[in-house]
């Protein structure tokens, strides 16, 4: 698919929608095919025979992953599905689990309707990792532009959920593939214009990116503060009271043009 006739998110969910735009710019993807509501048990069974066992089956709902809500923890991923009745009832559970309660709790929280969340699945090829794990283009908990990369060997799925812990840092392992993880994330980051987080899987020495979604909550340690406008206060021409022609200076530079310009690189999403 060329980066000129990608689906958009309405059409095929967040998921899928980034799994398109990766793949046709660059980015070594495993090889995947969207089921939606309308795809026959025939074209489920042709796409089984087309991709290698195992597979998995991943949500793709038309809200999801996006720049103000996540979903995360909402849907279910099913790995290492090695038949076309594993994958058929994989896809069910997964469009299913639009329908639960904590769904429309979520959706309300957010602010979204949820008889407007669409579920498509991804079926997708499975990798057996030597590495794999997760990468913040920014450090989430201090706003660093550090990347932040953890890992385990083989499958990442007990590290996303939070009950496996990462391997060191020094690792020789993640030490072997640490520039290449940190290179792809800086480009996933630079292509999307926004903070990352991004899963990515490696086997055999190659770098599969398995899925980005915007980073949607970056913390700030008390110590090191947010720059405001506040912090005028601290010393320079206005440590006292602003004139009007200063403060008409300030407000132009903080309101209008550099808000202007974090708009144009999509670090801002205000009015």
């Known amino acids: 698919m060329s980066p000129d006739n990608l689906p958009s998110r309405a059409q095929v969910g967040g998921k899928a929608a980034v799994l398109y735009e990766l793949q046709a710019s660059g980015f070594r993807v495993p ?8 795809t026959a048990d025939h074209e489920l069974a042709e796409i089984v025979d087309r991709l290698e ?20 923890g909402q849907f279910e991923s099913y790995l290492n599905l090695q038949s076309l009745d594993e994958v058929v009832q ?5 469009r299913d689990s639009i329908h639960t309660a904590s769904l429309a709790a979520y959706c309300r929280q957010h602010g979204i309707d949820p008889a407007a969340v669409r579920m498509n699945v991804i079926v997708q090829q499975m990798i057996s990792p030597d590495l794999a794990g997760v990468a913040f283009t920014v450090d989430p908990t201090t706003g660093s532009d550090s990347v932040v990369v953890e890992a385990v ?10 009950n496996r812990s990462p391997i060191p840092a020094d690792d020789p392992l993640l030490q072997k593939h640490l520039p290449t993880i940190v290179a792809a ?11 990352q987080d ?8 190659v770098l599969y990116i398995l899925q980005s979604r915007p980073i949607t909550r970056i913390g ?5 503060g947010e720059w405001t406008n506040a912090d005028f206060r601290d010393g ?3 440590s006292s009271v602003c004139t009007p022609l200063m403060w008409s200076l300030y407000d132009f530079i903080w309101d209008h043009s550099l808000k202007s310009c974090l708009r144009e690189v999509r670090l801002f999403a205000g009015d």
Do not use: M, N
């Open 31 to 38: 090889p995947f095919a969207l089921v939606t509501a309308q």
């Open 236 to 238: 320079g021409v206005s």
């Open 198 to 205: 991004v899963e990515f899987a490696i086997a055999a020495d």
């Open 185 to 195: 994330a800086k480009r996933i980051q630079r292509h999307f214009g926004a903070p």
């Open 153 to 162: 060997a083989g499958l990442a799925d007990g590290l996303l959920a939070g």
């Open 53 to 72: 066992l195992p597979l998995a089956a991943r949500s793709s709902a038309t809200a999801e992953d996006g720049s103000d809500s996540s979903f995360a």
């Open 90 to 94: 994989a896809v069910q559970r997964c």
């Open 220 to 224: 700030f340690p008390p110590e090191i």
